[in-house]
């Protein structure tokens, strides 16, 4: 069974740090871009950040440039998500979500994790 | 960046009905445009992929069309499953974008 298991997730202070997980299985994690989308509580999709096959690539939503980091583990099977100095506006749900990015029949985000619950707050 | 506008934001339909919501990009997507199904508390689920294509499993009532900057969704027959909130998203450049979403509500 395809599968994406987030984990991480918590309350933290403004200003802090959190590191996101993602355990993928059911598929050749290696072959395809990954990604992180969040969303906040009552509010729609925001896509975070993406990262290649092989992690040579990395892209993110300018919000969370230079605080966020996203990272892979291809041995593991697993998806990071490194967030520091964090703000409120940070407090969502954040998915893991495989990007399939295949071609002439891509099929974005087929793929999505049920989410960990990041709130930052005093 | 490329807006995705979508409309309208909440939709009241009787089960039955033919539905149809609108996806409008500020620059052409290429056929890069998807749509995702979300129920409360679970994680969105994709529908349709490159403007028109079904992904496996989803059912048949469910259809995508459009060109360059306009989309849509269309549900050809709205089942008691089908009420939930729906969202567009453009995949033809970084930064990844989504609409804001509609919400399809029971009339």
């Known amino acids: 069974e395809v599968q994406l298991v987030e984990s991480g997730g918590g309350l933290v202070q403004p200003g802090g740090s959190l590191r996101l997980s993602c355990a993928a299985s059911?598929?050749?994690?290696?072959?395809?871009?990954m990604s992180w989308v969040r969303q906040a509580p009552g509010k729609g999709l925001e896509w975070v950040a993406i990262?290649?096959?092989?992690?040579?690539?990395?892209k993110y939503v300018d919000s969370v440039k230079g605080r966020f980091t996203i990272s892979r583990d291809n041995a593991e099977n697993s998806l990071y998500l490194q967030m520091n100095s964090l703000r409120a506006e940070d407090t969502a749900v954040y998915y893991c979500?495989?990007?399939?990015?295949?071609?002439?029949?891509?099929?974005?985000?087929?793929?999505w994790g049920q989410g960990t619950m990041v709130t930052v707050s005093s | 960046d490329i807006q995705m506008t979508q409309s309208p934001s909440t939709l009241a339909a009787s089960v039955g009905d033919r539905v149809t919501i609108t996806c409008r990009a500020s620059?052409?997507?290429?056929?890069?445009l998807a749509w995702y199904q979300q129920k409360p508390g679970k994680a969105p689920n994709l529908l349709i992929y490159?403007?028109?294509s079904l992904e496996s499993g989803v059912p048949s009532r469910f259809s995508g069309s459009g060109s360059g900057t306009e989309f849509t969704l269309t549900i050809s027959s709205l089942q008691p499953d089908d009420f939930a909130t729906y969202y567009c998203?453009?995949?033809?450049?970084?930064?990844?974008?989504f609409g804001q979403g509609t919400k399809v509500e029971i009339k």
């Open positions: 979500a495989k990007y399939d990015a295949s071609g002439d029949w891509a099929r974005a985000f087929d793929i």
């Open positions: 059911g598929f050749t994690f290696s072959s395809y871009w």
């Open positions: 990262i290649k096959q092989d992690g040579s690539e990395k």
């Open positions: 620059q052409s997507l290429n056929s890069w």
């Open positions: 490159k403007t028109s």
């Open positions: 998203q453009q995949y033809n450049s970084f930064p990844l974008t």
